[in-house]
């Protein structure tokens, strides 16, 4: 009779953990920076259709890197976690600490689980406060770990670089422009070999305004806009395809390639229920 194979619970948990920092580490980084205003999301994604960024209620944003369609689920699931609870009690009930919990939950059950594989993901959810000493920034990892980040954060990608810059070039309370412009840069550096200048149409930004008159705070940069903030920057030179980071970003196989389908449909009806 043969014995049954065995791996020790240490050795089961770094091999998931290995597994789900590679694919996290393909797709490109995405940069959080807190400014005068409120925060600024930061992300190269060529993409205009597949968001890293997005809204997910008033004053609650979320950012993600790796595969998708995990995260696609994810957000769903955060804005629907977010609709009910504030049209059950009140919409102030809704908070980002409440959706850091929920989703450090749900990615720590997944990944303790040994019937399926862990979420090849990272998340950032951010709240916008009234002042810049109540905003907050939580930093969600694969295994559910909950980061309370200040200042900037980065995830995703070749991190170290790109901390690296914003260490010695961020400067707390700076305006949106050149907060921007830092943040892109960083991003730049992310390959090594000096800084890359990343086309405009390249960049995914958005911003929780906190001077918005309206109840919800969230706002794209785009096209014209997203150019005067940038200013002059030289020549713009494009990342060369990486097959990895595409196949991190999107569902390659027809399997995923329907669960993107399925997510999409849901993204278009769960827009509006910020």
């Known amino acids: 009779m043969s014995m049954p194979f065995y791996v ?17 580490a ?6 959080v920076v807190q400014y005068a205003d409120g925060v600024l999301f ?35 699931a955060g804005v629907r976690l977010a609709d009910i609870r ?10 980002g600490r ?18 399926e594989k862990p979420y090849e993901v990272e998340l950032f959810v951010a709240e916008v406060g009234d002042a810049p000493a109540d905003d907050q920034i939580y930093r969600l990892t694969y295994d559910g770990q909950v980061a309370d980040e200040h200042g900037y954060a980065v995830m995703g990608g070749t991190t170290e670089r790109v901390v690296e810059y914003l260490r010695d070039h961020y400067t707390e309370g700076a305006p949106l422009a050149e907060a921007l412009r830092d943040a892109v840069a960083a991003l730049g550096c992310s390959d090594g070999g000096g800084e890359r200048v990343i086309p405009a ?30 200013g002059e920057r030289g020549p713009e030179t494009p ?24 997510t999409d449909h849901g993204q278009s009806s769960d827009n509006t229920a910020g």
């Open 42 to 76: 930061v992300s190269e994604n060529p993409s205009q259709a597949l968001h890293k960024v997005s809204e997910i209620y008033d004053r609650i944003a979320f950012a993600a890197v790796g595969r998708y369609n995990e995260f696609e689920n994810l957000r769903i």
């Open 86 to 95: 504030g049209y059950s009690y009140d919409r102030r009930d809704v908070t």
């Open 8 to 24: 020790s619970p240490e050795q089961l948990m770094k091999d998931r953990a290995d597994f789900a920092r590679k694919g996290i």
């Open 201 to 230: 149409g390249h960049l995914e930004v958005a911003v929780l305004d906190r001077t918005r008159t309206q109840a919800r705070k969230f706002v794209r940069i785009l096209g014209p806009r997203l150019v005067e903030l940038l």
């Open 98 to 115: 409440g959706l850091a919990n929920a989703y450090a939950q749900t990615l720590g059950t997944i990944f303790s689980s040994g019937g």
């Open 26 to 31: 393909r797709g490109r980084s995405v940069v």
């Open 239 to 262: 990342a060369e395809s990486d097959p990895d980071a595409v196949w991190a970003q999107t569902a390659t196989t027809e399997d995923e390639a329907e669960d993107r389908e399925d």
